[in-house]
């Protein structure tokens, strides 16, 4: 039998109710922001993404999907959603518009990882980004944003937050660090020595102990920020403060992706294991001109799904089922009717196509879960009547199809 590709799965009942429970609840609070829906391909030229998230980084160095289309093509099944949103606000002109605009997205995203609990190679996000606002504000209004969808979804988290720096105090704090880890450089790992070349600044999150402790001297980007970045940092602990969010400041948060500036954060949850990070966004100022656009200050986050689905307890609702059977062929095409009236007026409705006695239907049914079983037998639809059964009331009576649609809401 052929099974689905390692680290791509089916999402069945019964997470596929949490699964639309999660991306109702989000765009819900993000059209609250002023957020609105964008869909982008899944498929883009592999060009966009090793500019945007960045040649060194693990995602481009690793785990893209990769390959040369019909046509000649180098293309890439994204590996994140943000590059996308930026490529199509450029090509629709959009950076030129003198306001402010807020998207919205939801979708599968595809990375070749080494597949483990909580880590697909094609999982879900939903995402916002958000374009021309460089106050501090809409970097507390995200991070406020992801936490009203924590909380709607009954998941608690710790929040994480940094500043990356901007392009005045980042460059001097590269070569600090890199002189640090020159003088450390016989102990750290063979994947910090290329990250040393290439993106020092991701040393900092290495997984390995070793590295790690020798971290703990390394110099804090945190301590030497620019007077702005340093005063967006304050004012944003100051407005999360106001608004009754705790967070703990992670220095060596720095994110895997290349294209974030000064604000970047992490929501973690401590209920999924070690890949406990349930979502993850921060600015990105210089994106947009870097892939040809007008310079345009921009902030935004992914959550993931799957890993959400595990931590959301919910009952799913259950809404009442119909079930339509006919005793004798000939009540088929009436049921056919009834049963499209209910779905019209908003109900469940499912019909059993195979003519059976009263019996095999109730039995049929209780099966399906239904919560009221309709049967049309021959004197039924002579009478123009129905007979209905509340399965959970074990109640049952015989009535006029109108008098039942009447019943109906
Ligand atoms: P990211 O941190 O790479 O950021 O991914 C966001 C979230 O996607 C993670 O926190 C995690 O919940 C989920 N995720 C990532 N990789 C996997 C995986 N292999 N399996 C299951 N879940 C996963 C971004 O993608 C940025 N585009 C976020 C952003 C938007 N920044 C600015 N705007």
Same mark, same amino acid.
């Given at each position: 039998?052929?099974?689905?590709?390692?680290?791509? =799965?089916?999402?069945?009942?019964?997470?596929?109710?949490?699964?639309?429970?999660?991306?109702?609840?989000?765009?819900?609070?993000?059209?609250?922001? !002023?957020?609105?829906?964008?869909?982008?391909?899944?498929?883009?030229?592999?060009?966009? #993404?090793?500019?945007?998230?960045?040649?060194?980084?693990?995602?481009?160095?690793?785990?893209?999907?990769?390959?040369?289309?019909?046509?000649?093509?180098?293309?890439?099944?994204?590996?994140?959603?943000?590059?996308?949103?930026?490529?199509?606000?450029?090509?629709?002109?959009?950076?030129? +518009?003198?306001?402010?605009?807020?998207?919205?997205?939801?979708?599968?995203?595809?990375?070749?990882?080494?597949?483990?609990?909580?880590?697909?190679?094609?999982?879900?996000?939903?995402?916002?980004?958000?374009?021309?606002?460089?106050?501090?504000?809409?970097?507390? %209004?995200?991070?406020?944003? $992801?936490?009203?969808?924590?909380?709607?979804?009954?998941?608690?988290?710790?929040?994480?937050?940094?500043?990356?720096?901007?392009? /005045?105090?980042?460059?001097?704090?590269?070569?600090? *660090?890199?002189?640090?880890?020159?003088?450390?450089?016989?102990?750290?790992?063979?994947?910090?020595?290329?990250?040393? +070349?290439?993106?020092?600044?991701?040393?900092?999150?290495?997984?390995?102990?070793?590295?790690?402790? *020798?971290?703990?001297?390394?110099?804090?980007?945190?301590?030497?920020?620019?007077?702005?970045?340093?005063?967006?940092?304050d004012q944003l602990q100051k407005l999360l403060t106001s608004t009754g969010i705790a967070f703990e400041i992670d220095t060596h948060l720095v994110r895997g992706l290349d294209y974030y500036s000064k604000t970047a954060f992490e929501f973690v949850s401590t209920e999924i294991g070690a890949q406990n990070a349930i979502a993850g966004g921060g600015r990105y100022d210089k994106l947009i001109s870097l892939l040809g656009g007008r310079e345009t200050p921009a902030i935004g986050?992914?959550?993931?799904?799957?890993?959400? $689905?595990?931590?959301?307890?919910? +009952?799913?609702?259950?809404?009442?089922?119909?079930?339509? !059977?006919?005793?004798?062929?000939?009540? *088929?095409?009436?049921?056919? =009717?009834?049963?499209?009236?209910?779905?019209?007026?908003? /109900?469940?409705? *499912? $019909?059993?196509?195979?003519?059976?006695?009263?019996? %095999?239907?109730?039995? =049929?049914?209780?099966?399906?879960?239904?919560?009221?079983?309709?049967?049309?037998?021959?004197?039924?639809?002579?009478?123009?009547?129905?007979?209905?059964?509340?399965?959970?009331?074990?109640?049952?009576?015989? $009535?006029?199809?109108?008098?039942? #649609?009447?019943?109906?809401?």
């Amino acid at each position: 039998m052929i099974q689905s590709l390692r680290g791509m =799965n089916d999402i069945l009942a019964p997470q596929n109710a949490v699964y639309e429970h999660i991306i109702k609840t989000a765009s819900t609070i993000a059209q609250r922001f !002023g957020c609105t829906y964008i869909e982008t391909p899944i498929l883009e030229e592999t060009a966009l #993404f090793k500019r945007s998230v960045g040649e060194s980084s693990d995602i481009v160095g690793k785990e893209m999907y990769q390959f040369i289309d019909k046509g000649e093509n180098d293309v890439c099944m994204r590996p994140e959603g943000t590059a996308g949103v930026v490529r199509a606000f450029i090509q629709a002109k959009k950076d030129r +518009q003198e306001k402010s605009e807020r998207f919205f997205y939801h979708g599968p995203m595809f990375r070749y990882e080494r597949p483990q609990k909580g880590r697909l190679r094609q999982f879900h996000q939903f995402g916002v980004e958000s374009f021309g606002e460089h106050s501090v504000f809409e970097d507390a %209004a995200i991070i406020t944003m $992801i936490a009203q969808i924590f909380d709607a979804l009954n998941i608690t988290y710790t929040l994480k937050i940094n500043s990356l720096g901007d392009e /005045h105090c980042m460059p001097s704090y590269r070569d600090d *660090l890199i002189t640090f880890l020159q003088s450390v450089e016989d102990e750290i790992c063979d994947d910090c020595k290329r990250r040393k +070349q290439s993106n020092p600044i991701r040393t900092l999150d290495c997984k390995n102990q070793t590295c790690q402790n *020798l971290y703990v001297n390394a110099p804090k980007l945190i301590n030497q920020l620019c007077s702005e970045c340093q005063s967006d940092f304050d004012q944003l602990q100051k407005l999360l403060t106001s608004t009754g969010i705790a967070f703990e400041i992670d220095t060596h948060l720095v994110r895997g992706l290349d294209y974030y500036s000064k604000t970047a954060f992490e929501f973690v949850s401590t209920e999924i294991g070690a890949q406990n990070a349930i979502a993850g966004g921060g600015r990105y100022d210089k994106l947009i001109s870097l892939l040809g656009g007008r310079e345009t200050p921009a902030i935004g986050f992914a959550l993931g799904i799957e890993r959400l $689905i595990d931590l959301v307890q919910m +009952q799913v609702p259950q809404t009442p089922l119909y079930y339509f !059977g006919a005793m004798d062929e000939s009540a *088929l095409p009436t049921l056919f =009717n009834v049963a499209n009236t209910l779905r019209e007026k908003g /109900h469940h409705a *499912l $019909i059993d196509y195979r003519p059976r006695k009263l019996a %095999a239907h109730l039995k =049929n049914a209780d099966k399906r879960s239904a919560t009221f079983c309709a049967v049309i037998g021959e004197n039924e639809l002579k009478e123009k009547k129905i007979w209905l059964k509340d399965l959970s009331l074990k109640e049952e009576k015989v $009535i006029l199809i109108e008098d039942f #649609f009447k019943t109906l809401a």
